[in-house]
């Protein structure tokens, strides 16, 4: 993959891998990603996972043309991207390593060098020239280890972005972005939304054309959609409208109930409803869920005085990547002291901004016809705005009486001006007909 003329890209594909970081399954396997850029000087930007090395050194070689490298830049010291400077060191002895202090601490930890005799220090502000090119490197503590950088090169307005702009899947896979982004995103970095508002917010006094990220492929074309869903995930925003479901189901009781509040919503017109059960399905797909949308729904059964495992499992991985905004309604069952509801709403007390709904259905061991009720309830309140919302628009309309002209409300009158959605009584007191010119004051609402 050419990047540019002087930007290389040396990474590998991992397909032998079964978790990624030891939780997290990745089913198109992963990809590390390795960069060298060459010029005067050469920097190499990263290693790759310990099970590549040999292939990734065969990369690097290949783009070399004999010469050796000067730098190798350690923005991140996990060792899916650290593993290999050792092999890097020994084989280009002069080689000088580049990386935070942070780092080089960790870099004795983990392999059990610092290379105080060989290396350069660097914080946030500092920069290295390498000739035509010229390395910014910007202090990315927690994005998603402290000892981050990283780099700004400006000649070329690359942003080699560390986890950053990551994604899971190796990068010989067609995949969506968004998709295994957003997983990787809320179950690696979730929980630093803060420092990763304070990175977007450094990043916009640059300009950008490509993004080199650790994970996933190079970025280089509609920047602003990316960058876009970076503030809305770390800003814990919205992304889409709808409705979460994470329920856990014992005899198949607890799932009837959130199947029949699936059907509700669905019919008040909501826009997405995501169904998962915590025991089958990925956790991690749960969790991304939890986050795209507005509101959520936790259905569980009591179990030994607390609530069902997986829940717990759940709520917990929630309130440690940093849940909040968010309406959340609870669905419990409980054949003889049901408690599942206090308990997740106690849980779910360390996660800023949650607005319970105020119906909570309370199952004893199979739905009554009450329950039913309830759930419908739960939906009416879930669904609410977007039933509001298409009922408000449906059907209202308004007739001219000299020519017969319709006003829709739902359509409204775009060629004038007045957006779709605007009710009669809000269009302004000079509009008239599009058709004979006549006043408001002319017009009947259609029965
Ligand atoms: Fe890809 Fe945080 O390592």
């Not at 950088?149 to 972005?177: H, I, Q, R």
């Not at 189901?249 to 799932?255: A, C, E, F, L």
């Not at 009720?373 to 007739?399: D, F, H, M, P, Q």
Request: include cysteine.
């Amino acid at each position: 993959m050419k990047i540019s003329d002087s930007i290389k890209y040396i990474g590998v594909n991992d397909h032998e891998i079964d978790l990624f970081e030891g939780q997290y399954d990745v089913p198109n396997g992963m990809a590390y990603n390795s960069y060298v850029i060459i010029d005067e000087k050469i920097a190499v930007f990263d290693t790759v996972d310990a099970r590549f090395g040999e292939e990734w050194k065969a990369n690097l070689k290949a783009m070399l043309d004999g010469r050796e490298p000067d730098y190798l830049i350690v923005q991140h010291m996990e060792p899916d991207h650290s593993s290999n400077i050792n092999l890097f060191c020994d084989e280009f002895p002069k080689a000088t390593v580049v990386a935070s202090e942070r780092a080089f601490i960790m870099m004795k930890q983990f392999f059990g060098r610092d290379y105080a005799d060989r290396r350069i220090v660097i914080k946030d502000g500092d920069t290295l020239g390498l000739g035509k090119h010229t390395l910014n490197f910007i202090g990315a503590a927690m994005i998603h280890w402290p000892e981050v950088m990283m780099t700004y090169e400006s000649s070329e307005k690359v942003l080699f972005s560390a986890d950053g702009f990551g994604k899971f899947g190796a990068l010989d896979v067609d995949e969506d972005w968004a998709c295994e982004a957003r997983r990787y995103y809320f179950g690696i970095v979730g929980k630093y939304g803060a420092q990763v508002q304070k990175l977007l917010s450094k990043a916009s006094g640059l300009e950008i054309k490509t993004i080199c990220p650790l994970h996933g492929p190079v970025l280089n074309e509609d920047l602003g959609y990316y960058i876009d869903l970076y503030n809305t995930w770390s800003s814990y925003g919205v992304e889409s409208e709808g409705v979460a479901i994470a329920y856990t189901s014992v005899y198949g009781n607890t799932k009837k109930a959130v199947e029949l509040l699936a059907d509700e919503l669905r019919a008040l017109g909501c826009p997405k409803v995501a169904l998962s059960d915590l025991a089958r399905d990925d956790m991690s797909e749960a969790l991304e869920d939890a986050f795209r949308y507005g509101k959520l729904v936790l259905a569980t059964t009591t179990y030994s005085g607390d609530i069902f495992p997986f829940m717990h499992n759940f709520i917990h991985a929630l309130a440690e990547h940093g849940y909040q905004k968010r309406t959340v309604g609870i669905i419990e069952n409980g054949s003889w002291a049901p408690t599942a509801a206090k308990k997740m709403k106690a849980m779910l007390a360390e996660c800023r901004d949650i607005t319970f709904t105020d119906t909570t259905v309370t199952i004893r061991s199979a739905m009554t016809d009450a329950n039913r009720e309830e759930i419908k309830k739960l939906a009416l309140e879930l669904a609410g705005e977007y039933n509001k919302t298409e009922s408000e628009n449906k059907g209202v309309k308004y007739v001219c009486e000299i020519c017969g002209y319709e006003y829709d409300e739902a359509a409204g009158d775009p060629d004038n001006g007045i957006p779709a959605g605007t009710k009669f009584e809000d269009l302004p007191e000079d509009w008239c007909c599009p058709l004979c010119g006549v006043g408001k004051e002319n017009f009947k609402k259609e029965e």
